[in-house]
């Protein structure tokens, strides 16, 4: 069967369609993050699909917010045996104590703590928060570098901050675009597909056709990248 795609945001929410041989339309909201997927026939049109969506809308806000409030990540105690990821690799975590300097390394399979004695679980959580946010930042400009001549744009401003709901976001106004912390979690070519995605809003404002187009040209695989994004809830790792 053939099909086709658009990629709409209605009142808000940002909604993937996928027009196919079918009969009856069909609206979708999938976790973790409550994203929105429309299957629909190919007679219809977006005008037509975004009345269909407006219809449902206090169906998919209820979706929505059951999945948004749904247990995140019990805390972390940051001790001896906890695993976390670091571009997408599990890692067991090794806390030495030692008077000093407090910082993480990288050591083969294992994510290293140095910490002076009797640093609290906080102040351990604030050092991985702070490293991780170093190793988004120090990947970031050659990211921007390789796309700025690809997708013939100029990156003014960015910065890295925590959010709940979204990987980045992209301010045309002020061409401020941020990127989610969370995303050093993430295989590196997710926090590629990130860059690919909030760059091209500076050519395109909204998540529509054209937009779709613009990232399919330059990232073909962005589905399978978005994908492995949306896997898992932010801020949500698996422990055993």
């Known amino acids: 069967m053939s099909t086709a795609s658009a990629y709409l945001t209605i009142r808000g929410i940002d909604v993937d369609v996928i027009y196919k041989s079918i ?3 069909h609206i979708g909201v ?3 993050l409550g994203r929105v997927r429309v299957a629909a026939p190919h007679q219809l049109d977006d005008e037509q699909v975004r009345l269909a969506v407006i219809q449902r809308l206090p169906w998919i806000k209820e979706q929505r917010e059951q999945f948004r409030s749904a247990a995140r990540q019990s805390t972390r ?3 001896t045996g906890e695993s976390h990821y670091v571009w997408g690799v599990r890692r067991r975590m090794k806390v030495v104590e030692r008077p000093g300097r407090a910082h993480f390394e990288l050591d083969g399979e294992r994510l290293l703590l140095y910490v002076p004695p009797r640093t609290s679980a906080e102040r351990r959580r604030e050092l991985l928060d702070q490293w991780y946010r170093e190793q988004v930042r120090h990947a970031i400009p050659s990211l921007i570098a390789k796309w700025e001549p690809i997708l013939e ?7 890295i901050k925590r959010m709940k709901t979204k990987w ?3 301010n045309r106004e002020t061409g401020h675009i ?3 912390v969370e995303l050093a979690k993430k295989p590196p070519a997710c926090l590629e597909y990130i860059v690919v995605h909030e760059m091209a809003h ?3 404002r909204h998540h529509d056709d054209r937009f779709t187009k613009l990232v399919e040209r330059s990232m073909p695989n962005w589905r399978s ?3 492995q994004l949306n896997s898992a809830p932010l801020a949500d790792e698996q422990w055993k």
């Open 30 to 32: 999938y976790p973790p």
């Open 178 to 180: 941020w990127f989610n």
């Open 202 to 204: 500076y050519l395109e």
């Open 23 to 25: 009969k009856n339309l």
């Open 77 to 79: 105690e940051m001790v």
């Open 225 to 227: 990248l978005r994908d």
């Open 153 to 159: 744009v100029s990156v003014s401003r960015w910065s």
């Open 168 to 170: 980045g976001s992209c």
